[in-house]
């Protein structure tokens, strides 16, 4: 009882409720401007808020952070630009579905299963974190590359067309993102003596230059034609029975969604990722193809993203383990406030639990409040005309590089990030494959050599891929996608059959 009563508190508390309101609607609007990252929006609230008590400060920093992670889809789907890291596959069939004049539709349902994904990620915080919790601390160095191998062959499925230009692209933004130093030996690779270089490449000033500035120089071409607006249904709600209907796959990729979330590094991106595959592998009969405005394409990634949040809160609470950038901060704020982070919060401090719980559910309802009311106002980007968004757009796309790092070098990256990005479309190259070996290739090759090291040689290395149940299910997944991509499986059944 006393429970929940704590997850009650926020939601009876005037002040606790707007805090979170407040906080939910700022990270919609700042997740929604490409560059301006949650993870800097709530550093900054942390700083505002140092001096209030915890449970407000958290309350407000619950707030941006389930709104954040969810505005990001808002320029994904009406600007191909994807707000945040994890709203990139949000892209690959929301952007499409603007095209066909159905962005009401989409901008819609990612709401309404954004709700549903964040409530389902909630949920198993409150009741099974300490379950989740002890399967996530199992994971060791060889989950980790099995888990970024996993991500890396999505490659066949974010590649439209020609395979073999995915995995050029995939291969090239893996050695970008070796680019810096070493985490490991401490050298540096890539750098050619420049120090500008030694901290790497931030794969959020990739996305804005693939995604954003290359995405405004292509339509420079057919800056005169007419807007897709011209098209735009009126339809915003989506029928009832859409959400019966893809609530068997939102359940699905929202366990997924938490159980990467609770890996520490893996994140919303690689979750909602592999939600996208899931999608992809899983529906038999789409409401179109994926990659053409499938709208199982965006409600896999965004249900998934935001159930991710309720799975990086979990070590968080239970163990005292970031589960992403994000959550690291929020161990921050507990330290602040004289707060030991780790398997002795729950007992010693079982208040702030109940209350991250309760403010949680409570910013996920303002998330569909919000969400659904600023709809039409969303709407309104894709009516400005060309002439005016497209600097817009690359104006917003230079100053969110910049704010990422406060460096002009990364706004030099983006700017060779959007020309390459250019000749990528135009030779019909896929860009999305180039940012997932951006995200992964540092989780790739840390988690490969740490694995290594820890071994005391080949031998014992390959045998640790079988010597624990989680590394053995992650290899049978592993090879069964090598398979299923390759079409092995579907060569092997028709042999069987004739």
Same mark, same amino acid.
């Given at each position: 009882?006393?429970?929940?009563?704590?997850?009650?508190?926020?939601?009876?508390?005037? /002040?606790?409720?707007?805090?979170?309101?407040?906080?939910?609607?700022?990270?919609?609007?700042?997740?929604?401007?490409?560059?301006?990252?949650?993870?800097?929006?709530?550093?900054?609230?942390?700083?505002?808020?140092?001096?209030?008590?915890?449970?407000?400060?958290?309350?407000?920093?619950?707030?941006?952070?389930?709104?954040?992670?969810?505005?990001?889809?808002?320029?994904?789907?009406?600007?191909?630009?994807?707000?945040?890291?994890?709203?990139?596959?949000?892209?690959?069939?929301?952007?499409?579905?603007?095209?066909?004049?159905?962005?009401?539709?989409?901008?819609?349902?990612?709401?309404?299963?954004?709700?549903?994904?964040?409530?389902?990620?909630?949920?198993?915080?409150?009741?099974?974190?300490?379950?989740?919790?002890?399967?996530?601390?199992?994971?060791?160095?060889?989950?980790?590359?099995?888990?970024?191998?996993?991500?890396?062959?999505?490659?066949?499925?974010?590649?439209?067309?020609?395979?073999?230009?995915?995995?050029?692209?995939?291969?090239?933004?893996?050695?970008?993102?070796?680019?810096?130093?070493?985490?490991?030996?401490?050298?540096?690779?890539?750098?050619?003596?420049?120090?500008?270089?030694?901290?790497?490449?931030?794969?959020?000033?990739?996305?804005?230059?693939?995604?954003?500035?290359?995405?405004?120089?292509?339509?420079?071409?057919?800056? /005169?034609?007419?807007?897709?607006?011209?098209?735009?249904?009126?339809?915003?709600?989506?029928?009832?029975?859409?959400?019966?209907?893809?609530?068997?796959?939102?359940?699905?990729?929202?366990?997924?969604?938490?159980?990467?979330?609770?890996?520490?590094?893996?994140?919303?991106?690689?979750?909602?990722?592999?939600?996208?595959?899931?999608?992809?592998?899983?529906?038999?009969?789409?409401?179109?193809?994926?990659?053409?405005?499938?709208?199982?394409?965006?409600?896999?990634?965004?249900?998934?993203?935001?159930?991710?949040?309720?799975?990086?809160?979990?070590?968080?609470?239970?163990?005292?383990?970031?589960?992403?950038?994000?959550?690291?901060?929020?161990?921050?704020?507990?330290?602040?406030?004289?707060?030991?982070?780790?398997?002795?919060?729950?007992?010693?401090?079982?208040?702030?639990?109940?209350?991250?719980?309760?403010?949680?559910?409570?910013?996920?309802?303002?998330?569909?409040?919000?969400?659904?009311?600023?709809? /039409?106002?969303?709407?309104?980007?894709?009516?400005?005309?060309?002439?005016?968004?497209?600097?817009?757009?690359?104006?917003?796309?230079?100053?969110?590089?910049?704010?990422?790092?406060?460096?002009?070098?990364?706004?030099?990256?983006?700017?060779?990030?959007?020309?390459?990005?250019?000749?990528?479309?135009?030779?019909?190259?896929?860009?999305?494959?180039?940012?997932?070996?951006?995200?992964?290739?540092?989780?790739?090759?840390?988690?490969?050599?740490?694995?290594?090291?820890?071994?005391?040689?080949?031998?014992?290395?390959?045998?640790?891929?079988?010597?624990?149940?989680?590394?053995?299910?992650?290899?049978?997944?592993?090879?069964?996608?090598?398979?299923?991509?390759? /079409?092995?499986?579907?060569?092997?059944?028709?042999?069987?059959?004739?």
């Amino acid at each position: 009882m006393d429970f929940l009563q704590q997850i009650l508190l926020p939601i009876t508390d005037i /002040n606790l409720i707007l805090l979170v309101a407040a906080g939910t609607l700022t990270g919609i609007l700042i997740g929604a401007i490409p560059g301006l990252s949650v993870t800097m929006t709530v550093a900054l609230i942390l700083s505002l808020t140092y001096s209030w008590d915890l449970l407000p400060a958290l309350a407000v920093m619950i707030g941006v952070y389930f709104g954040g992670v969810f505005g990001g889809s808002r320029p994904a789907i009406l600007l191909n630009i994807p707000g945040s890291p994890s709203s990139v596959a949000t892209s690959f069939d929301g952007y499409p579905l603007a095209n066909r004049g159905e962005a009401k539709m989409a901008l819609t349902l990612t709401t309404l299963f954004s709700f549903v994904g964040g409530i389902i990620g909630v949920t198993i915080l409150a009741f099974a974190a300490p379950l989740v919790s002890s399967i996530a601390i199992q994971f060791g160095q060889r989950d980790y590359f099995l888990l970024a191998m996993l991500g890396l062959l999505l490659v066949g499925g974010l590649s439209k067309g020609s395979l073999a230009k995915g995995i050029f692209a995939a291969g090239a933004g893996v050695i970008l993102g070796l680019v810096g130093m070493d985490t490991i030996g401490g050298g540096t690779r890539f750098t050619f003596g420049s120090l500008q270089l030694m901290n790497g490449i931030d794969f959020v000033v990739a996305i804005l230059g693939l995604f954003g500035l290359a995405e405004v120089l292509y339509q420079l071409r057919t800056v /005169n034609k007419k807007s897709i607006t011209a098209v735009l249904k009126k339809m915003a709600f989506p029928p009832i029975r859409f959400i019966f209907k893809f609530l068997p796959l939102s359940i699905r990729v929202s366990i997924l969604g938490v159980l990467v979330g609770a890996l520490p590094g893996a994140g919303g991106e690689i979750a909602s990722l592999l939600s996208y595959d899931h999608a992809k592998q899983s529906v038999k009969k789409p409401s179109r193809p994926f990659g053409q405005g499938a709208y199982e394409g965006v409600i896999a990634p965004e249900t998934a993203n935001n159930a991710a949040i309720g799975g990086a809160l979990i070590p968080l609470l239970t163990l005292g383990i970031p589960g992403d950038a994000v959550t690291a901060i929020f161990i921050g704020a507990l330290f602040i406030h004289g707060l030991q982070p780790g398997p002795l919060l729950m007992e010693q401090s079982a208040d702030v639990f109940g209350v991250m719980v309760g403010a949680s559910i409570l910013a996920n309802i303002f998330l569909l409040v919000f969400g659904l009311l600023i709809v /039409n106002i969303f709407i309104k980007v894709i009516k400005i005309p060309k002439q005016v968004l497209y600097p817009i757009i690359i104006v917003i796309t230079i100053i969110g590089a910049y704010a990422i790092n406060n460096s002009l070098t990364d706004v030099y990256w983006m700017l060779g990030f959007g020309i390459v990005g250019l000749f990528m479309k135009i030779h019909q190259f896929p860009v999305a494959p180039m940012v997932l070996g951006i995200i992964l290739g540092p989780l790739l090759e840390t988690s490969f050599r740490r694995a290594y090291i820890s071994s005391q040689g080949t031998s014992d290395f390959l045998l640790g891929f079988v010597n624990s149940p989680i590394t053995i299910i992650l290899l049978i997944f592993f090879i069964f996608t090598i398979l299923s991509q390759t /079409n092995l499986l579907q060569r092997f059944k028709r042999k069987k059959s004739s």
